[in-house]
C-alpha cells in the first residue's frame, strides 16, 4: 500500500480486497471482546476544516480500540495555511505523531500535508475524494456477499466527492456503475479518465430513471456539499428530478440497496421512507467506517495482526 491514502486510486485491486477481509476480522475481534494493540503507544493528529461526525467519531474510537491515542486539532485553532503553512504543519506534526487525518477544502491541502509529512497522511474528505467513505462502502457489500463482478450500482445526484471515490473503487472492483445527474454537475473529467483507465465499465447519464433500472444498488448524497452552501437555491433546482424516492426506486431491482454516506439532507436528495426503508444499509456504511478505518491505518503503519 501507498505511505499515504489521499485517493481512492492509491489501492489496487489486491489491496482493497485485503482491506475488506482486515475490516471484517477487526470488526469480529472488536464483537468478540478481543482487543488490538496495533497503536500502542502511538498518536494521531485529526485535522478537520469542515464539521464532521462519522469521521471524527469513527476515527477516535477507532484509534482508541487500537490502543492509540488521537489529537483533534480544527484548523482555525491551528491556523493551517494562515497561522503558518500546510508543510510546516506537516513537518511540525510528523515530530511528535504516528499519523495525520485530515478533512480539508482543497485537494491540494491533503497532497501538501503528504508531500511534506514523513508520517502517514489520510485523507478525511477533500473537495475532490472520499476515499476512506467508499472503502467502507464496497466492505459494507463484501460483508453481504454481493459479487462484485455481476453487480450494477446507480451513483444518483451530485458527481461530488464520495461520488469520484465510489466510481474510482467500483472501477478496480469491477463493479459497473452508472452515474445520474444533471448537466454541469458530471463527475471531474480526471477522476472519470482514472476510473477508465483502471477498467472501469463506467457510464455517465443525465437520466437517472434509466440509471436507476435494473440496478441492484442505488446511491446518493447531498445535492449540496460542504462548502457550497451559497450555491443551494440553484443546486435545489438543479437536482430536482433527481430525488432518490419511491418512485425512483421502483425502477431498480426489488433487492436492491440503498445507500447514502451521510449526513443525509431529508427532502432533497433522499425521502425519508426510502432513507429509512427496509433496503437502507447506511447505518451499516456508518458502523463500518470505524473498522474499515481501522483497517487502513494498519495497512499504512505496516502492522501485523499477529503482533496483536
Ligand atoms: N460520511 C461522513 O464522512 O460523515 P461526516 O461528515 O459526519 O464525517
Ligand atoms: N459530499 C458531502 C459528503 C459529506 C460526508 C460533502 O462533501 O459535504
Redesign the pocket.
Known sequence: MNRHFLSAADLTRDEALELFALAAELKQRRKSGRPSTTLAGKTFAMIFE???????VTFEVGITQLGGHAVHLAAREIGLGTRETVPDVARNLSRWVDGIMA?VYAHATVTDLARHATVPVIN??SDLE?P??AVADFFTLYERGVDFTTMRMAWIGDGNN?CHSVMILAALLGVSIVVACPPGYEPDAGVQATARRLGGRLEITEDARAAASGADVLYTDVWTS?GQEAEHERRLEAFSRYQLNETLVGFAKPSALIMH???AHRGEEITDTVLDGKRSIVLEQ?EN?LHAQKAVIHKLLGGSLDDT
Open positions: 469542515k464539521p464532521s461526525l462519522r469521521t471524527r478533512r478525511g474528505l472520499h476512506c467513505q464520495v460542504m454516506c451521510l449526513p456508518a467506517r
